[in-house]
């Protein structure tokens, strides 16, 4: 059995930055992929960012590339998401998840993950 809990979230302006990280317990992370997704109200779980389990490959929804970055720190069995120019359309609940999978495709779908945190409020004023 493993946890994951997300820390991070918060209120900030437009144009602002947060980092949200995820912390895992019970289990090691490093043999795994890990994602990040996010869930406006009233909107479907959307893909936002994954890394494989080695950090060698990352991927980006097309919303927050070139503004977010995914990354990990398998020693201390953490995933990170540095989240820079934030705009209102990002505010969400952020969830980070962990996948035994590999591969562009799969990591961008909800159901390759096998475990999920309880989420982060991020909230961006205009």
């Known amino acids: 059995q493993v946890q994951l809990v997300e820390s991070g979230g918060g209120l900030v302006q437009a144009g602002g930055s947060l980092r949200l990280s995820c912390a895992a317990t019970?289990?090691?992370?490093?043999?795994?992929?890990m994602g990040w997704f996010r869930q406006a109200p009233g909107k479907e779980r959307e893909f936002v960012a994954a890394i494989t389990w080695n950090g060698g490959s990352t991927y980006y929804a097309d919303s927050v590339k070139g503004r977010f970055t995914i990354s990990r720190d398998n020693a201390k069995n953490t995933v990170y998401l540095q989240m820079n120019s934030l705009k209102p359309e990002d505010t969400a609940v952020y969830y980070c998840?962990?996948?035994?999978?590999?591969?562009?495709?799969?990591?961008?779908?909800?159901?390759?993950?096998?475990?999920w945190g309880q989420g982060t409020q991020v909230t961006v004023s205009s």
């Open positions: 998840a962990r996948s035994p999978l590999y591969g562009s495709s799969n990591l961008r779908h909800t159901g390759n993950y096998d475990y």
């Open positions: 019970g289990r090691t992370l490093s043999s795994y992929a």
